[in-house]
């Protein structure tokens, strides 16, 4: 009887002794069944960090326009904010490998950057001849810790208080003061000034709008005057109170050429150093900025603390002042921090 030989694979069929051959080649990622996850994600990743780099990019040359529009002139105050994120961005990218990209964050954000750089350039002090201190603070209305805003000012000992958003409620406080001038009003606009120094002149001015500015002369140092304009601008929540805003800048501006002798300005401005609102009144006379040396010191924020916000609270000061110390207190109650700056009188150039 003869051996059946069936096809393979069918019953009959004889085992096959050959040994079974197994492919030993690496498998390509192409290949593998459970491809990396960190492999198909960097590109999504890296693509997301370069359209947050073009939106925060966009921000920034928005700015740039802001005279065209109130909405780009936003844009303006959150410049430190939208360099911190771009330079996260660089960061990444240059990890997920895009150093290209990384390169290009850097490069579009140095020529926002370096104009930052005098605020952290510590300036030369004179020999110590006699400085004070003045305390610019914005109270909020319907604050009303005046237990926090009086344990400040006792901590900080300033001989010049300015404040802002004054109402009658606070117009009763800082008794220790013998000179003030004061303009309380139930809104967010009433203005008051407290001095240790003698006053030697006042007047109350009236920016667009109806909101009170205070031109107030005091004896900073044996026979030595200096001016203070303490102001507060509105703010520019919409478009109608943005054009009342750039028409009280350019008032305050008029007023600021117009004064003679060593100036101080200062109070909530509603507006950061970025904005051309605030070159507008820095070109109108020379004035420097308080914070060059002490950094950007922020005061204000729509949300979260006001640390993690923006400058809008000012100290600027003419020739024949000069700024020996800048620094921003703690919380007193108010969405804004206070400022407290020490000024000393130099002879003038």
Do not use: K
């Not at 010049?160 to 606070?170: C, F, G, K």
């Not at 004035?287 to 204000?300: A, E, K, N, V, Y």
Request: proline share 11%; glycine share 10%; with cysteine.
């Amino acid at each position: 009887m003869s051996d059946h030989t069936g096809e393979p694979g069918f019953a009959g069929t004889q085992p096959s002794h050959n040994p079974i051959q197994f492919d030993s080649s690496p498998v390509s990622p192409v290949q593998s069944a459970n491809p990396d996850p960190g492999r198909r994600s960097s590109p999504a990743l890296r693509n997301a960090l370069s359209l947050l780099a073009v939106v925060v990019v966009g921000g920034l040359v928005g700015g740039l326009a802001a005279p065209l529009h109130w909405g780009l002139e936003l844009c303006c105050h959150w410049r430190v904010h939208g360099l911190v994120v771009l330079a996260l961005c660089a960061v990444l990218l240059a990890a997920l490998g895009a150093s290209r990209r990384a390169l290009g964050c850097i490069v579009v954000g140095l020529p926002f950057a370096v104009p930052l750089a005098p605020l952290y350039v510590p300036r030369a002090s004179p020999p110590d001849g006699g400085s004070w201190r003045l305390a610019s603070l914005n109270l909020l209305s319907q604050n009303h810790n005046h237990e926090a805003v009086g344990a400040w000012l006792n901590e900080t000992q300033p001989a010049v208080v300015i404040a802002l958003e004054v109402t009658p409620a606070w117009a009763r406080q800082f008794e220790h003061y013998p000179q003030r001038i004061v303009v309380p009003r139930d809104d967010n606009f009433g203005i008051g000034l407290w001095s240790h120094f003698p006053i030697t002149r006042s007047r109350i001015l009236e920016l667009p709008g109806g909101i009170p500015v205070l031109s107030v002369t005091v004896e900073c140092s044996p026979g030595r005057e200096c001016t203070l304009l303490a102001i507060h601008p509105v703010p520019p929540v919409n478009a109608s109170l943005a054009r009342l805003r750039e028409q009280q800048f350019l008032t305050l501006s008029q007023w600021i050429g117009e004064t003679t002798g060593p100036l101080i300005v200062a109070g909530d401005f509603n507006a950061t150093s970025w904005s051309p609102l605030f070159a507008r009144l820095t070109s109108s006379r020379p004035l420097s900025d308080s914070r060059t040396g002490f950094g950007i010191q922020p005061t204000w924020a729509p949300i979260g603390p006001p640390a993690l916000g923006i400058p809008i609270d000012h100290v600027l000061v003419s020739p024949g002042l000069t700024v020996r110390d800048r620094r921003v207190g703690g919380d007193i109650g108010s969405d804004h921090l206070p400022v407290l700056v020490e000024l000393q009188s130099v002879p003038l150039p």
